[in-house]
């Protein structure tokens, strides 16, 4: 029931979400149709601008660095990919850094081997499994089957964490593991491995640019990127909270 109602009331952490309303109120509320239009011209620009959108997401993002030991086992996280069926070809999301970096991690000898974690996330399943999926391209990228193990029945981030956590404490009960996923979301992440009793070094992956652009387009401009910024943003910062409660 959790899965579904999350699912269905994702659209409510969407900035765009808000300011439709507030727009449709504007009609709605003539009285208060001027204050409101421009609480809607307000909260637009907030949410378009990269300069603010960016700067929040390096407060919240956890820092990259580069291993200094080996790990047993680097755990990546779904949300990578999905078949497309035309081409018959994975089409890699934004997040597929964390499949790249687990791949590089791997041929740099600082992972022995790869957990991948992810089933079907959709709310309505349309059979891809997306773990089966990474071990083939794995596969198809140098790394022999025997380093590459996968959870492929976990719908979220509370599940790839619980489900992965059975599979480590029964072969590697005193491994040592790289959690590999985006910088926004390891915070989320590295929380539900820890209720599920699996201690991890964390690798951010897909982290927003180190250094600040002073362009007057990007500082002060809208821009449609920054929405979907706030957007991932906004949904880590529910998740988080709901994680935190729910545990």
């Not at 022995?112 to 997306?130: T, V």
């Given at each position: 029931m959790f899965y579904i109602a999350s699912k269905l009331l994702a659209f409510l952490g969407k900035p765009i979400f808000w300011v439709f309303i507030l727009l449709i109120s504007a009609l709605i509320f003539k009285t208060k149709r001027r204050k409101i239009l421009l609480f809607s011209l307000i909260t637009f620009y907030f949410f378009t601008n990269s300069f603010i959108a960016d700067s929040c997401c390096r407060i919240w993002e956890t820092p990259r660095y580069a291993p200094t030991e080996i790990y047993d086992i680097g755990i990546v996280l779904g949300g990578i990919a999905d078949y497309d069926n035309v081409t018959h070809a994975h089409n890699f999301k934004k997040h597929a850094d964390r499949i790249m970096d687990a791949q590089q991690l791997y041929h740099q000898e600082k992972i022995?081997?790869?957990?991948?974690?992810?089933?079907?996330?959709?709310?309505?399943?349309?059979?891809?499994?997306?773990a089966n999926a990474m071990r083939d391209y794995l596969l198809l990228n140098q790394i022999p089957s025997e380093d590459i193990l996968i959870e492929n029945t976990s719908r979220n981030t509370k599940e790839n964490a619980f489900n992965s956590a059975k599979i480590l404490k029964k072969k590697y009960p005193k491994g040592n593991f790289l959690l590999i996923t985006s910088a926004s979301h390891m915070k989320r992440a590295q929380f539900c491995f820890e209720k599920a009793g699996i201690i991890t070094q964390a690798f951010p992956t897909d982290c927003t640019t180190s250094y600040t652009n002073f362009g007057v387009e990007y500082m002060f401009l809208p821009r449609v990127n920054a929405l979907e910024v706030w957007e991932n943003l906004i949904h880590e910062w529910i998740g988080y909270i709901v994680y935190k409660i729910k545990f």
């Open positions: 022995k081997k790869i957990l991948i974690s992810g089933g079907n996330g959709m709310l309505f399943n349309d059979g891809y499994i997306e």
